[in-house]
Each structure stands twice: as C-alpha cells, then as structure tokens.
C-alpha cells in the first residue's frame, strides 16, 4: 500500500520500533522513526519531544489521529481539527497509535503518557489503532490476547517500506513492544489475556486510599 497518501484505507497498523516505560502517569518513551509516515504510540505534539533526541520538533511535520468511534482521520498538527478533537480525552492517547510525519530517520525520545493495560483497551466496530506495551504479550499470536473482541483483521505497518505487514499469524517480537496495531474487531469489546480457567486477567488491584 502506497504511504504517500495522507488519507489511507481505515485497514491496518503497527509501528516498528521499540519503546521504554516507566511506572508513572508520564514518561520518556523511545522510537526508531523513518522518513515519512511512522505510527508511533502516544504522540501528542511535536513540543513533547526530549532535548536528548536525534529527531527535534522541526523535523515533525505532522501529526494525525484515528477517531475510533467516527473512522476518521484527524488533524491533531498543525492547525489542530479542534471541532473534531472535541469529545477525545487524553486516555484516548494511553491506548491508541498516531500517524507521525518525519522529514528525518533517527531515534526519537518523547513524554508519552503512561500506557493502560491491556484489559482497558476498548475497540469499536471496524478498524482501531492500539498501542500494545507489556512483555507478556511476547510470543503471544492476537488470538492469546483478543479477550472479548472477534477479530477479523491485524496489520503492522513497516515505516522502512511504507508499507504493511499481515499479522493476524504471527507471534508478537520484543522489538514489538510498544507498537501502535491496526486491529478491526466485529463487535465492541476489550483486548485480554486469557488464563488457564478461561477468564481473562483483570487490572492490577487499586492502591487503597
């Protein structure tokens, strides 16, 4: 599928690089970006990218978000779609992948919120871009972690190339965490892993007040 497009095919996604996290509602997050469209998890803005990073704010040149609900692509920079942003809280970055423009290929650091787990990933009918981040998803194919969802479709999307990978076979890589996948799902659900008593396993328990 030719990238040159802005306004692609609502089919697919999954960025390729590798991502760190750390226990906080923030942090400093890292990705192997290409010249031209990247999926990358948790981008907001240009300006939350880290003084320690090859790729600056200049080489951004855009930024587009997947409206899961509408299906449609949104202009988040620059000249940010406000009408269209409105009702999109900030959770909706904790879970979802957005299309990022570089002029540069290099390493890029960035505050990302802190990623949800993966029982709090809500999917909506047709296409969604999700962020998956844990280390227990390795190994894993879709169908060990698709909890509630029938999934009909998973693509990655290789920045390298431009172009897109079939993953609805493949077991998920190290270098894959924390990479945005285009999944669509038949019916409104959660992703999850499922035990060995058939259930799936729940969030953490809360910290008590």
Known sequence: MNMKKLVLPI???????????????SSEAS????????????????????????????????????DQRTKEYVRVYPNPESSKLEGIEDSYYEQTAQW???????KMNYIAEEPL????????????????TTDDLVGKKINEFKG????????????????WINMIDEEMQYEALGLGMAIKVTNECNLGIKIDDGGLIAPPPSIPN
Request: a negative charge.
């Open 11 to 25: 089919s697919l996604i999954l960025l390729i690089g590798f991502m760190a996290f750390v226990f906080a509602s």
């Open 31 to 66: 990705v192997n970006i290409n010249s031209g469209w990247n999926l990358v998890y948790g981008f907001t803005h240009p300006d939350r990218i880290t003084s320690n990073s090859e790729i600056s704010s200049n080489n951004i040149k855009a930024v587009y978000l997947l």
């Open 100 to 106: 990022v423009y570089s002029d540069k290929s290099g």
């Open 117 to 132: 787990p993966i029982s709090e990933h809500k999917l909506y009918v047709g296409w969604n871009l999700v962020a998956l």
């Open 148 to 163: 509630t969802c029938n999934i009909e479709k998973v693509y990655a999307f290789e920045p390298t190339k431009q172009d």
